[in-house]
């Protein structure tokens, strides 16, 4: 998270608001809740100290890409362990240029990148993904040979049935 832009702060004053202060995300901003009586320099010292906290806490949350890794090998363990080093990335990481597309896989040079947009999505369809991708360096097209690999994991429709879903309301294909 380099070159962090500061976000857009929305403060609210609230005259039933005694002494907590508490702050959320909405949309692109950072609404932050202070009790009315607050003076200029109170609100300017929370406002700081709510954005670090918030920062830290999306921070432990957030999925690294080291935990893409971890996650790509424990598939290739469980379903697709007899291709051997065939079905192992050079590289999988998350990228943001990429909304199109859930995830793509270069088989030439062995790299895979995931879409940001899944980082909030549940691991069973964030596995969905990653394994398609993986299947891709053993295959690269999508013949029946790569749903039969695919298919092997068990939730393969059910992800793809939300990726759908999710596609429909902000437009991304399941490719
Ligand atoms: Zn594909």
Redesign the pocket.
Known sequence: MSGARKPVVEVRRSQRRRRTVSAYREGERVVVLIPDQFSRAEESEWVDRMLARLAAREGRLARSDTELSERAARLIDLYLAEHGTQAVPASVRWVTNQNGRW?S?TPADRTIRISHRLRDMPDWVLDYVLL??L??LIVPS?NAE?WTLVGRYPRTERARGYLEGVAAVGGASS?
Do not use: Y
């Open positions: 995830g896989c398609h991708e299947a891709h999508h790569f490719d």
